[in-house]
């Protein structure tokens, strides 16, 4: 997901970081390129025009901030409107709401009922939730099944629903015994078509009016693009949908529904699947997702994840050195040795900052285990003055011994220190640019 998104603006981005002075005419090819990027990544072309038009008013207009070049200040407002595009600030699910209804709707195979298990899962483990799952999709014998499946995969209640029922009472009935049980968190799971349908829309509006869910969450399958952002539309305009879940993150899809369904239906993406596994379900963090769109990794879902090789001091003292550019390959060769402990090495390598374009630049061949290997050696094969000086290695003869030490070519060890370096930039003009100080980075 993103990854030629991230190519693309990365490489604008490379073209224009190192510019002086930054004018009409380098702007406006810098937006060419924004532009063609995101509409290559199945962005809606309304939604990439609104959005160069806002980069390019605040580019000419904003004044570059102290400390910051003008290249790094683009890429800093590009940031900035890209979390805008993603939704902005995160808006947290009602959790004191008791109950708390959660209404599941989308087309058919969008992945309803799995997230529906997911959300159950999740809200269990986060915030001690006690769900109960209703399956209110009587037209597919299967659906009822497949609910009933999840249930007693996770051990929740689910009600006993039949398909000669009507999904109206099951839902309302449903509540009664969703109290009796104790349970405070409910989800109905409810029947999708393969099209939008009058008749279906008017069966949710009915169990909407009778239920009156917290929440309507919208589900759509990443991988059908500007598709979903028009269904989801649809079931915006005729339900009212509070947020949008957006399902198979984890296959090839271009990004492009994740970029514009907020600017589309005015809500959030909250959840993020991101596998077919229960556990598989992300928050949707729309700053996260910018900087790894930017090519600066992710090390904030990175961080949780390593949670428990990393304690909560190495974790902050980590982001705090990240904010102040201070990291360095010491840092770096530290946190790759716990993540290799954390398994699933592609996905992880990606939220490390300049992680992305170095596995890129080694090609498809690589695999990330051998790259990390790879670049572990490199690192290991620099002395730890090196490490904590990376300037240090501006020096011919020292790259060439880090080269023969870890048994690579020359041009392996510069990629390296080229990508750390570009990644020490961005990260400073992102991070620790505003505040009007100047911050010595890495290189000097
Ligand atoms: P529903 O018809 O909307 O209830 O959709 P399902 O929950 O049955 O999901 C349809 C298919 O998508 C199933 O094979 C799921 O395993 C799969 N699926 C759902 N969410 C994800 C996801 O986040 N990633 C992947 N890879 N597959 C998913």
Do not use: W
Not at 351 to 370: C, S, T, V
Request: with cysteine.
């Amino acid at each position: 997901m993103f990854e030629s998104l991230q190519e693309r603006l990365g490489a604008t981005f490379s073209r224009l970081g190192g510019k002086k002075t930054l004018d009409e005419n380098n702007i406006k090819e810098g937006l060419r390129e924004v532009r063609l990027a995101l509409l290559e990544a199945d962005v809606n072309f309304k939604v990439v025009k609104r959005f160069v038009d806002q980069v390019k008013e605040r580019a000419l207009g904003d004044e570059v901030l102290k400390g910051l070049e003008p290249g790094q200040h683009f890429i800093k407002i590009v940031n900035e409107e890209l979390i805008e595009l993603l939704g902005g600030e995160q808006q947290d699910l009602d959790l004191k709401a008791r109950p708390l209804k959660l209404m599941m709707v989308g087309l058919q195979g969008s992945g309803k009922t799995t997230s529906s298990g997911k959300i159950a899962l999740f809200l269990r483990k986060q915030h001690g939730k006690k769900p109960y799952l209703v399956p209110a999709d009587v037209y597919r014998p299967a659906a009822i099944d497949q609910l009933n499946t999840l249930a007693r995969q996770l051990d929740v209640p689910v009600y006993p629903s039949t398909t000669d029922m009507n999904p109206v009472d099951i839902c309302k009935d449903a509540l009664v015994k969703a109290e009796e049980l104790g349970c405070d968190l409910i989800l109905f799971d409810t029947a999708g078509r393969l099209h939008i349908d009058e008749k279906l829309m008017d069966e949710l509006a009915n169990i909407k009016r009778e239920c009156q869910p917290q929440e309507i969450l919208f589900v759509a399958d990443a991988m059908t693009g500007q598709d979903a952002v028009t269904v989801a539309e649809s079931f915006n305009d005729k339900l009212g949908i509070t947020g949008v879940v957006l399902t198979k993150m984890d296959g090839d899809a271009r990004g492009g529904a994740a970029l514009s369904i907020k600017t589309v239906t005015g809500r959030s993406v909250k959840f993020v699947g991101v596998g077919e596994k229960l556990s598989e379900l992300e928050l949707f963090h729309p700053d996260r997702i910018a900087s790894r769109i930017l090519g600066m990794g992710d090390m904030m879902t990175l961080i949780e994840k390593a949670q428990s090789e990393i304690d909560e001091e190495e974790a902050k003292a980590l982001a705090e050195k990240m904010a102040k550019a201070e990291f360095d390959f010491e840092d770096f060769l530290g946190h790759m040795r716990k993540l290799k402990k954390l398994g699933s090495m592609e996905g992880l390598l990606k939220m490390i900052p300049g992680m992305g374009n170095i596995m890129k630049q080694l090609g498809d061949n690589a695999l990330p285990e051998d790259e990390m290997k790879r670049t572990e050696a490199i690192i290991s094969s620099m002395t730890l003055k090196e490490r904590r000086q990376p300037e240090l290695l501006k020096n011919a003869s020292r790259k060439d011994r880090i080269a023969r030490g870890s048994g690579v070519k020359i041009a392996d060890v510069n990629a390296l220190i080229k990508n750390f370096k570009q990644m020490s930039k961005v990260m400073q003009s992102m991070m620790g640019g505003g505040d009007g100080k100047k911050k010595k980075g890495l290189f000097g």
